[in-house]
């Protein structure tokens, strides 16, 4: 760490303690400790305001930076792009939106238009609005539902906490938007049902075929999952779900929403998460990895059967999607958006992150054989998750309070892990890897030996 840019940190933390509201944590601790600022990165590394040394093992804490920090080319691009034009918006295009839709587009073979957006959550609303549109336009406003999974999220915004599997983040607010109904989770490791493999997924994927049934398919528009949940608890899907699911969408006329907002861009291995599974999707929202957080850019996705119900009546002056999204006209997103798509193609990022997320997956199930408190580990390319249980026969969650202070001594030891349910005591209590796609052996054995050495002073 240079320093050049914190000349004055302690004047730095001061106006961060006095008026920064940050994101998802009680503020009592600041009081009298201070926030965690990160000053610098490198590669898979930060260092904090004391210029500490981290391994970030989350990718900027939640699942995005995922070529790495400091990629000069990135920056370079976008620089060059806000000197040239920075913004332009409305019923415009720019060069670098058109020329990463093309790109963007030949990665997600049936896939056809984008629409930018600079959120996760306002893509995923993005495609809510769609579905709505479409029953309008061709079914008389009924086919409206949208069915989303218990565990899975999409996102902050009402509507899209309206369509929330958690029920630990959507406590206090409420009322939500009507027209949205819940599926139950696909997780074996805590199954509804005595069944497993194959049986177990198919019974999870018949599940939401009751639900559709029991509403009325004729009102049910979409069905909205991730390809692997991810803050629900790293929940990779069963054998036999993902084949069931798309036939019974296909049954009832009900459009595939796959929301790859942590998933896409490599994070498993493949572009995009719903390519491991044969998924044919009619929307794919997308945002963190699309430009490894170097701008900000969410795209909706979707085929050329979504967008040509948007364009079938041209004399009617309403038969169009009347939305707009004042920074998806930002030509930095799409910018650094084409550099990290290169980077990862250039530096076979996909193929590492399949090498060294079986590699991670090995050292984590080693583990578990060592510790007696991990029930679970599971996941997908360098997305994993090791779950914590009180009692591996009863699988009873273990206390979250210790979870976190597992969490707390591998950020101790300089390494960054994150835990999935860290509010309400409940579903599960998960370990996050998510290591930069640029991970080594190296990287993963310090971040597995910092798990380990944390397990043993938390658990014994
Ligand atoms: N979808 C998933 C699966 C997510 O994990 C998130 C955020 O973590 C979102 C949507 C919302 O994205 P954003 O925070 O960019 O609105």
Redesign the pocket.
Known sequence: MDGTLNNDIEKVVDADRAHVWHHLIQHKPFETGAPRIIVEGKGMRVWDQHGKEHLDAVSGG??TVNVGYGRERIANAVRDQLIKLNYFAGTTGSIPGALFSERLIEKMPGMSRVYYT???????EKAFKMVRQIAHKRYGGKKHKILYRER??????LA?MSAGGQDERNAQYGPFAPGFVRVPHCMEYRAQWDLSGEEYGVAAANAIEEVILAEGPDTVGALCL?PV???GGVITPPPGYWPRVQEICRKYDILLHI?????GVGRTGTWFGYQHYGIEPDFV?M??GVASGYA?I?CCVTNEKVFDMFKEAPEDPMDYFRDISTFGGCTAGPAAALENMAIIEEEGLLENTTAMGDYMLDQLSALQDKHAVIGEVRGKGLFLGAELVADRDSREPVDEKLAQAVVGDCNAQGVIIGVTNRSIPGFNNTLCYSPALISTKDDIDQIVEATDKALTKVFG
């Open positions: 939640v699942w600079n959120s996760g959550s306002e893509a995923n899975d999220y999409h996102g902050s915004t899209t991730e949940t991810a803050g929301d790859e907002v942590v998933c929202t945002a963190k900000a969410a």
